[in-house]
């Protein structure tokens, strides 16, 4: 990783312009071109330095919901386990983690009555309970990482 790498990770996690040509402010920004911006960013994504870009939106300020969700998985499942919850679309991410409730991911849906459905498919499809755990208090941690 370069140094244009690195301000490039440091620079797009505190917002991106809003304006008809976002990547040509965010490159100005940066001291370089709309389209060495976009080839950096897009390399960054396929090498796997990064894993994600674009925006998040708050489900429920758009009139959806989303809820935290957990499940035992025998370590011999995982893999298996984590591609069928993966597939539905509702899935943001997933994550393992060691402890009894092994797997972790968040869903989110258009109407808060999905969600339910949503678990209802996962465990009749991989055989396994899905345990809910809804946010009962909102915290805001702006975690950034220095490239």
């Known amino acids: 990783m370069d140094e244009l790498d690195r301000a490039i990770i440091n ?4 917002g991106f312009p809003l304006c008809a040509r976002p990547f040509a402010a965010a490159a100005a920004e940066l001291g370089t071109d709309e389209a060495t ?3 950096r960013v897009r390399a960054l994504l396929e ?3 990064l894993t994600r870009f674009g925006p998040l939106f708050d489900a429920e300020r758009l009139g959806g919901a989303f809820t935290l969700c957990a499940m035992r998985v025998p370590d011999q ?3 298996r386990v984590a591609a069928q919850v993966n597939a539905h679309p509702e ?3 997933n994550y393992q983690r060691d402890h009894a409730f092994n797997m972790w991911f968040v869903l989110a849906t ?6 339910a459905r ?6 009749l499809e991989t055989g396994l309970v899905v345990y809910d755990f809804p946010r009962e ?5 702006e975690l950034r990482l220095a490239a």
Not at 11 to 14: I, K, N, P, V, Y
Not at 110 to 115: S, T
Not at 137 to 141: D, G, S
Request: net charge negative.
């Open 11 to 14: 620079r797009l996690q505190g």
């Open 37 to 39: 911006l976009i080839a």
């Open 47 to 49: 090498d796997g330095t």
């Open 77 to 79: 499942d995982f893999e």
């Open 91 to 93: 899935v943001a991410h």
């Open 110 to 115: 258009q109407r808060r009555e999905d969600i």
């Open 118 to 123: 949503v678990m209802d498919a996962i465990e």
């Open 137 to 141: 208090a909102e915290y805001f941690i």
